[in-house]
């Protein structure tokens, strides 16, 4: 049966604490999608909620001791870590999270959870202060960072007694959340890909810099994008006001020297590079030291400088089995300039927008591109960035794919 027709297979790891029994519901509601479910618990969960219910509820035996004989002749971690299309724990303890980003497994629930190919989503439940803990934050970070999907806790009057973050999210919200993931298409899976997004700024005096109107919502929504298909994804970031996707490695940067530095440092590991940002291409030769004054009427001239171009940089040291991706924001004759940026800059595709045009480019939510290759030229209309960057990824694919062929 192909992978597409078959029942999707979801393995519910649930950990001691008082949400346990929210557990039961998550599973019954998976079931009513149509989703086979297999829950593993750790010893603590079974002194909240006894495996029989959820032996009931899930028609499976329940796994919880690595030592214990497998229900079937196979090895029972490794077969449920194989079986799962998504490894959903919830709830999430403290302790499971400290596991998982530490790469310990000394129970079935953290050796099947290190064992899986399959995308882990982790629903965290515990007390305020516990959730707080730098050591869980950075667990947390740790975790996003390698592409664990958080479904963040909520707010509220806990089990404990405290109020604050630590509370279950809704039992409907943690379902739905699993079946779009299984619904999503996981064709990045294994690619590293490195997106670059927003803007530079170029300081002139320590007040002052020289900047533009990229908003870093195109480069994101690739970011957030290829994220979500599989990839392990890196987004060095301009300045921007927006909030950064989920399980992405974030790389800040401020001027075009600094994305240029990041960008070489990190390049070699990559599979696929996409440069949506818009780096400056001039900056001052000399940054004055104090504010700069106003000059009495005479006007002011500033000395600027060529900055590096960070995608030809990279297009010259690109190795075999990379895919070079990179945006050309025009005002005029769009593509006749992208054509030459994607030869000039050793680029793959090159997306070409055309700024001026109502709806595209800088700051908005929507772009209108031109998807152009060696060989082809796509158009596509005006489209939600979340679209354009779906639509992007589709073509790297298709180039990876034609380029396995020849
Ligand atoms: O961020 P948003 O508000 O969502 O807006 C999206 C966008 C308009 C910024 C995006 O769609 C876009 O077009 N990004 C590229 C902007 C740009 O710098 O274009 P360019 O034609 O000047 O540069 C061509 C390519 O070279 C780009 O991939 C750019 O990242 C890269 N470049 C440019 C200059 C430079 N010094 N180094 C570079 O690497």
Redesign the pocket.
């Known amino acids: 049966m192909s992978t597409e027709n078959r029942t999707k297979c979801v393995v519910l790891g649930v950990t001691g604490g008082i949400a346990v029994y929210k557990a039961c519901e998550i599973l019954r509601l998976l079931q009513k999608r149509g989703i086979d479910v297999f829950v593993v618990m750790t010893k603590n969960a079974t002194r909240f909620v006894s495996p029989l219910t959820f032996e009931t509820l899930s028609g499976h035996p329940v796994a919880v001791d690595t030592f214990e004989r497998p229900a079937t002749w196979e090895v029972e971690h490794i077969a449920l870590a194989k079986r799962a299309d998504l490894f959903l724990i919830a709830p999430a303890t403290a302790n499971i999270m400290a596991k998982l980003a530490n790469g310990i497994a000394d129970d079935m629930l953290s050796t099947t959870a290190l064992a899986t190919r399959a995308p882990v989503m982790i629903a965290p439940a515990m007390n305020t202060g516990m959730w707080d803990n730098p050591a869980t934050q950075q667990n947390l970070r740790t975790l996003e960072a390698r592409g664990v999907q958080i479904i963040a806790p909520a707010t509220g009057h806990l089990a404990c007694g405290d109020s604050g973050a630590g509370k279950l999210e809704a039992v409907e919200t943690i379902a739905e959340r699993a079946v779009q993931a299984l619904e999503r298409r996981q064709d990045m899976r294994g690619l590293r890909v490195m997106v ?3 803007p530079t700024r170029e300081a002139l005096d320590p007040v002052r810099y020289l900047s533009n ?7 994101y929504a690739i970011a957030q994008a290829a994220r979500e298909r599989g990839a392990q994804v890196t987004l060095l970031t301009g300045p921007v006001a927006i909030p950064a996707p989920q399980g992405v490695e974030i790389v800040p940067f401020t001027t ?1 020297m600094e994305l240029l530095e990041c960008a070489k440092a990190r390049a070699d590991g990559q599979d696929v590079i996409i ?7 001039y900056r001052a030769r000399e940054i004055a030291a104090q504010k700069i004054k106003k000059q009495g009427g005479a006007g002011l001239t500033l000395e600027l400088v060529e ?6 940089t990279l297009g010259e040291r690109k190795r075999s089995g990379q895919t070079f991706v ?5 005002t005029q004759d769009a593509i006749a300039h992208a054509e030459d ?1 994607l030869v000039r ?1 050793n680029l793959d595709l090159i ?1 070409a ?1 055309d ?1 001026t045009r109502p709806g595209a ?4 939510d929507t ?1 209108i591109v031109t998807m152009i290759t060696r060989s082809a030229q796509m158009q596509l209309p005006l489209l939600s ?1 979340a679209d354009v960057a779906e639509r992007i990824l589709d073509q790297i694919l298709a180039l990876r794919e034609q380029r396995r062929g020849d």
Do not use: L
Not at 213 to 219: A, D, F, L, T
Not at 307 to 312: E, H, L, R, S
Not at 326 to 330: N, Q
């Open positions: 670059t997004a927003g109107r990229s908003s870093g919502k195109m480069g075009t440069q949506a940002a818009a780096p400056a291409d900055n590096p171009d960070v995608a030809a990179g945006f050309a924001a025009e940026k800059k997306v927008n700024v480019g800088f700051d908005v772009n960035k």
